[in-house]
């Protein structure tokens, strides 16, 4: 008996390529400054450092934005027009990372609003910053808005606050202090921005600790304090090394008279 085996071929299926991934939404560049918004915002944030020295105070730096000068937008979008650059931005339990992939703000992409702008009056900027902002930010969910103003001629007042309720901006107090500095308190970061007299009618921005009372340490107190704590190392070391020193005296003094009145008592 002959036995055929028949060979059937079995037709194998190859699984399609995987799609591309979809290419990452991306801001574009910023404009260029006005040069009287550049300069002022360079005497109130660059030169200050206000932006750095905010971020370490706040910490949680992992999680926790403090940038500028970068557009938001509440999901991608071709073009920015109505978009907003602020001169100050924090956002907390965000991904900063995100953040400076995208070249900017997307608030579907961090799931939240930011918590926090600030615009820096300029000639400019001003009647942007005061009758378009407010509802813009209002708009997009952002629970406070400041305006610093070094004169007050550009936004009419040197200092003001806004906190979302309700949908809407209502403002927050603002008190002028003895010296003549106007503060006023920020919920969402739990510290006094003031305005503070430096020369005539000119003022700078200031972040004050509303527990200390003091100003928020910066580059130069950060420096300083570091010097101090290792003056006052070198300073606890070397007392530690004298004490040492004058207690292995003693114990050689004791242990000569021991061995002094060791050899009177055996003589």
């Known amino acids: ?40 915002n360079h005497r109130q944030m660059t030169y200050t450092g206000h932006c750095h020295h905010l971020a370490r105070y706040l910490g949680n730096e992992a999680t926790t934005l403090v940038t500028a000068d970068r557009w938001i937008a509440r999901g991608p979008r071709p073009g920015t027009t ?31 609003p930011p918590d926090f702008v600030l615009e820096i009056a300029s000639p400019s900027t001003a009647k942007v910053d005061v009758e378009e902002k407010p509802a813009d930010y209002a708009g ?9 103003d070094e004169t007050g001629d550009s936004h009419g007042v040197r200092l003001a606050g806004d906190r979302l309720v309700d949908g809407g901006y209502e403002p927050i ?23 503070e007299p430096v020369q005539g009618e000119q003022g700078m921005l200031g972040w004050y600790d509303p527990e200390t009372g003091q100003h928020i340490p910066t580059f130069d107190e950060r420096q300083e304090a570091f010097l101090r704590e290792r003056e006052d190392r070198l300073r606890a070391e070397a007392r530690a090394e ?9 114990e050689a003094q004791v242990r000569e008279l021991q061995e002094q009145l060791r050899q009177q008592g055996g003589g």
């Open 1 to 40: 008996m002959t036995t055929t085996t028949a060979n059937t071929a079995i037709a194998v299926k190859t699984p399609p390529p995987p799609s591309p991934a979809p290419a990452r939404f991306r801001f574009p560049d910023p404009p260029e400054r006005e040069i009287d918004e550049a300069m002022t």
């Open 82 to 112: 109505g978009l907003r650059l602020p001169d100050l931005l924090v956002a907390f339990d965000v991904d900063p990372q995100a953040y400076h992939a995208t070249r900017g703000y997307l608030i579907t992409e961090q799931g939240k």
């Open 140 to 148: 997009l969910g952002i629970l406070e808005y400041w305006r610093f």
């Open 173 to 195: 107090p603002i008190e002028e202090l003895p010296d003549g500095s106007l503060q006023g308190y920020s919920p969402v970061l739990n510290v006094y921005l003031r305005w």
């Open 242 to 250: 004298q004490e040492r020193a004058a207690r292995l005296q003693a």
